[in-house]
């Protein structure tokens, strides 16, 4: 696809961007530190790859 071409299903990074913007604090930038906002991107990205690597290694598991 050329770019510029408008896509009909959202990207690989608008999905992710949309899983962490679904902690309120992240999607409303309710702190004002940008050293808070960024403990709380990584917290999220934490809580994110844990909940990942659980499913996976249930996956696994069934195999």
């Known amino acids: 696809m050329p770019l510029g071409t408008p896509t009909r299903e959202p ?3 608008e999905r992710s961007f949309n899983v962490f913007k679904q902690w309120r604090a992240l999607a409303t930038r ?3 530190l940008a050293l808070t906002y960024r403990g709380g991107v990584v917290l999220r990205a934490i809580v994110i790859w ?9 996956w696994r598991g069934m195999r």
């Open 11 to 13: 990207s690989q990074v």
């Open 30 to 32: 309710y702190d004002k």
């Open 50 to 58: 844990v909940v990942a690597l659980q499913k996976a290694v249930r």
